[in-house]
C-alpha cells in the first residue's frame, strides 16, 4: 500500500483510532496473520469459524504497523470499526483515487465466464506498456477487490481488477470502491442462475459496471453475446465492441486451433491486422484476448504492441485448462477451478481438439444453478456424447444427470454398442477415490483425460492424483 499513518487510515475507513495516530504503514495490507511482516496493515476479518480479532497479538508480535478491526488490542494501534469489510473498501476507496489523481488507469472486468483468464492476458498486455497490478487468482469480491486496489503503488500505471457478483448491486458497490475507467463485459452466462434467479437479471446485475462509467471512459462489450451488447444504451462511455463479426470494432479472422487446441487468428482493430498466437488452450480465450485487446487499446497501447505481447502471454491463475503430460504419455488437462455449462462446454470443445488415442471427460457437478439444475446436467451429458468423448465418468451423486444424459443420447443414436471386453463408455462413479481408481486401471498411452466440476466438489485433487500416478508407474 502507499504509506499511511495509522491517523490516516482510521480517517479513511471512518473508524476510531486506538493507538499511537503517528505509526505508519509502509507494508501490504493482508487478511491472514501468518502472512504479515513488519509494517503491514492487518485487517481482522471476523469469519464463519475463527474471528480475526483474536489474532491481533499474533499480529503485533509479527511487527505490523497496525490494524483494522473490531476491537481495540494492547500493543498494537487499532482502527476500530463495526465492519471491517465494509472500512476496507473504504479505506481501498480512499486510496485509489489518490492513485487516480497520480494518473492511474483502472480497468474491471466482469462476465459470468472468463474473468480471471481475461485479467491474467490483460495483465500481462499492460505490463508491457508500464507497471500494472493484476494479481494472479480470483480476487474478485469486497474483500479480495479492495486488496487488489491496496495493492497498487504510487509507481502503478494500470489496475486491472476481477469484478465478481453473486446478485443485484454487488457490481455497483466495487465499482463505488474503485471506478474503472475502462469497463469490460465478457458474457452473460448461468454462472450463479441459482442465486440470480434469472438471465436477465444476471445481465442487469453485469451492465452495473458500464453504468458506473464515466462519460470520458470505454466500454467494451461483447457483440456476440446479445445480452452483452444490449448494455451499449446503459452507458455514458464510448463503446467498443468485440467479437468475430465484420462489425466488430475489435475482431479476430482466420482463427484456427493449433494442434494444442491453441487460438491463433488476425488480430483487426483501429485499421491494423496483426497475427495473434494464444499460449492458453481453448478456442474461448479468442473471445478473452479481443476483450482484453479492446481493453488495452483504450488504455492506449498500440495494436501491433498488444497482438505481441497477447502472442506472448502465458497461463497465470491455476487449475485452469492447465495441460500435463505424464511420463506415460497420458495428458491430464486440469480446468478443475470451477464449471457452469458454458465453460463446460468451452472446456469440451477444447478436449476434442487434443490430439490423442482417447478423449476422456471426468465431470463432477455444476454447482449453483437453482431449479434448473438437473436439466443442465442432462443436457450436457448429452452433448458430451455428441461431441464425440470416447468416455464420459461422471463423479458424485450431484453429477448423476450427466450420466442420465449421456446414456439417452447414446441409445437415441447409435445405440451404444459396446466392442466386447471394453469398457462401457459412459461410467458414474459415487466419489473422486472410486475415479482414480477406474482411471488408474484404465488409463495408457496417448489419452487425454479433462477434469472438471464445480470448485466445491474438489476435483483438481483428481487431477493432482492423476499426475502423481502416471510418475509413479
Ligand atoms: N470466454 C469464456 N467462455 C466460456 N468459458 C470460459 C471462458 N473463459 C474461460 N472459460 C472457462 O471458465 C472457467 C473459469 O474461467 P475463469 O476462472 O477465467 O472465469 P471466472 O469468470 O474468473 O470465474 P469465477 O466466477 O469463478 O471467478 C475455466 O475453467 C474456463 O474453462
Ligand atoms: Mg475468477
Not at 498486455?125 to 486488496?147: H, W
Not at 490423442?356 to 463432477?364: E, M, N, Q
Request: proline residues 5%.
Amino acid at each position: 500500500m502507499i504509506e499511511l499513518t495509522l491517523a490516516e487510515v482510521a480517517a479513511a475507513a471512518g473508524g476510531e483510532l486506538a493507538g499511537d495516530p503517528s505509526a505508519v504503514v509502509t507494508g501490504a495490507v493482508r487478511t491472514d496473520s501468518r502472512a504479515l511482516a513488519a509494517g503491514d496493515l492487518f485487517v481482522a476479518l471476523p469469519g464463519e469459524r475463527v474471528d480475526g480479532a483474536d489474532f491481533l497479538p499474533a499480529a503485533a508480535a509479527a511487527g505490523a504497523a497496525g490494524a483494522l478491526a473490531t476491537r481495540p488490542a494492547p500493543g498494537l494501534p487499532v482502527v476500530v470499526v463495526p465492519d471491517p469489510v465494509e472500512a476496507l473498501g473504504r479505506l481501498a476507496g480512499a486510496v485509489h483515487r489518490r492513485l487516480v489523481d497520480g494518473g492511474l488507469v483502472t480497468v474491471g472486468i466482469t462476465g459470468s465466464s472468463g474473468k480471471t483468464s481475461t485479467k491474467d492476458l490483460l495483465g500481462q498486455v499492460l505490463a508491457a506498456a508500464g507497471p500494472t497490478v493484476s494479481p494472479e487468482g480470483s480476487f474478485n469480491n469486497d474483500i479480495g477487490l479492495p486488496l487488489t486496489v491496496l495493492s497498487a503503488g504510487t509507481g502503478t500505471r494500470s489496475l486491472v481488477l476481477e469484478m465478481g457478483a453473486r446478485g443485484p448491486g454487488h457490481i455497483a458497490r466495487l465499482c463505488r470502491i474503485a471506478r474503472p475507467d475502462i469497463g469490460v463485459v465478457l458474457n452473460v452466462g448461468s454462472a450463479h442462475l441459482g442465486e440470480f434467479g434469472s438471465a436477465e437479471v444476471i445481465a442487469a446485475s453485469k451492465g452495473e459496471l458500464v453504468e458506473a462509467l464515466p462519460a470520458e471512459g470505454t466500454a467494451v462489450l461483447n457483440a456476440d453475446d446479445p445480452r452483452v451488447i444490449g448494455m451499449a444504451p446503459r452507458t455514458a462511455a464510448r463503446v467498443v465492441t468485440t467479437g468475430l463479426g465484420a462489425d466488430a470494432d475489435v475482431r479476430a479472422v482466420d482463427v484456427d486451433l493449433d494442434d494444442a487446441a491453441r487460438a491463433r487468428f488476425t488480430l483487426v482493430a483501429g485499421g491494423e491486422q496483426h497475427p495473434v498466437a494464444l499460449q492458453v488452450v481453448g478456442a474461448h480465450h479468442v473471445a478473452n484476448a479481443l476483450s482484453a485487446a479492446a481493453a488495452a487499446l483504450a488504455a492506449g497501447m498500440t495494436p501491433g504492441a498488444v497482438a505481441a505481447a497477447l502472442s506472448a502471454a502465458g497461463p497465470r491463475s491455476r487449475w485452469r485448462m492447465e495441460v500435463s503430460r505424464r511420463a506415460d504419455g497420458v495428458t491430464v488437462v486440469n480446468d478443475a477451478y470451477n464449471a457452469n455449462p458454458e465453460s463446460m462446454r468451452a472446456a469440451l470443445a477444447a478436449l476434442t481438439r487434443l490430439p490423442g488415442r482417447r478423449r476422456i471427460a471426468v465431470l463432477g457437478a455444476m454447482g449453483e444453478l437453482g431449479t434448473g439444475a438437473e436439466a443442465e446436467h442432462t443436457r450436457l451429458g448429452r452433448d458430451v456424447v455428441r461431441a464425440g468423448v470416447d468416455l464420459l465418468v461422471s463423479v458424485g451423486a450431484d453429477a448423476v444427470g450427466l450420466h442420465t444424459g449421456a446414456l439417452a443420447e447414446r441409445s437415441a443414436g447409435d445405440g451404444g454398442g459396446q466392442e466386447d471386453g471394453a469398457l462401457d463408455s459412459v461410467q458414474h462413479v459415487p466419489d473422486r477415490e472410486a475415479a482414480l481408481q477406474l482411471l488408474t486401471a484404465e488409463l495408457g498411452a496417448d489419452d487425454v483425460v479433462l477434469v472438471k466440476a464445480s470448485r466445491s466438489y474438489g476435483l483438481e485433487q483428481l487431477a493432482a492424483d492423476l499426475l502423481a500416478d502416471g510418475q509413479a508407474s
